[in-house]
């Protein structure tokens, strides 16, 4: 059985830091692609970033480009997102997902998410 849990977020002002982690068990890892998705009140899941698996390959969504950044630790079986500047329309609930941009809607694995909230 899969599984995800995510943690590290909370309530911070524009323009602070934030890390999210990403524990996931029952799969393999270290062959998987990974992405993180949010969802925004409101709306739906939106992908932000994803990595290969060896940790090289990266990716971003364009109005996330310079601010964030994705890594992971096959050894402990954990995904990271590191966001800095963080601004009000980042605020979400942030869920790591099984899969890279174009694939983890297909695998339709992702965790309960950990809740950013940006605001003064």
């Known amino acids: 059985q899969m599984q995800f849990e995510e943690s590290g977020g909370g309530l911070v002002q524009p323009g602070g830091s934030l890390r999210l982690s990403c524990v996931t068990s029952g799969f393999t890892f270290s062959g998987t692609p990974m992405s993180w998705v949010r969802q925004a009140p409101g709306k739906g899941l939106e992908w932000v970033s994803d990595?290969?698996?060896?940790?090289?390959?990266?990716t971003y969504l364009d109005s996330v480009k310079g601010r964030f950044t994705i890594s992971r630790d096959n050894t402990e079986n954990t995904l990271y997102l590191a966001m800095n500047n963080l601004a009000p329309e980042d605020t979400g609930v942030y869920s790591c997902?099984?899969?890279?941009?174009?694939?983890?809607?297909?695998?339709?694995?992702w965790g309960q998410g950990t809740q950013v909230t940006v605001s003064s």
């Open positions: 990595v290969d698996i060896h940790g090289t390959g990266k």
């Open positions: 997902a099984r899969g890279g941009r174009k694939t983890w809607r297909l695998f339709n694995s």
